[in-house]
């Protein structure tokens, strides 16, 4: 059964860090490329960051700089650095395959606000 969880969200003020870490648990994980996406109130879930089994990442051009995907292939996890984080920031953050697979945690939330 695959599982998905995600934590480390939490209400920060601009220009702060949160550190975002996903279990995964059955094979979604292994050898597969890893993704975090984030949904805003209102807007489709878009992929903001990923990294292929081998440590290659990809970045939205939003967070270019600032985010910084990692993994432990070891212990099925999948890391997100958040940093000199913006209002906009704001979403709910999940972990999935990339491209996504049908299976969803139930998403952390990150609040950047003042």
């Known amino acids: 059964q695959v599982q998905l969880v995600e934590s480390g969200g939490g209400l920060v003020q601009p220009g702060g860090s949160l550190s975002l870490s996903c279990a995964a648990s059955?094979?979604?994980?292994?050898?597969?490329?890893m993704g975090w996406y984030r949904q805003a109130p209102g807007k489709p879930r878009e992929l903001v960051a990923s990294?292929?089994?081998?440590?290659?990442?990809n970045y939205a051009d939003s967070v270019k700089g600032r985010l910084t995907i990692s993994r432990d292939n070891a212990k099925n996890m999948v890391f997100l650095q958040m940093n000199s984080l913006k209002p906009e920031d704001t979403a709910v953050y999940y972990c999935?395959?990339?491209?996504?697979?049908?299976?969803w945690g139930q998403g952390t939330q990150v609040t950047v606000s003042s």
């Open positions: 999935n395959r990339a491209p996504a697979s049908p299976y």
């Open positions: 059955g094979s979604i994980a292994s050898r597969n490329t």
């Open positions: 990294i292929t089994s081998g440590g290659n990442t």
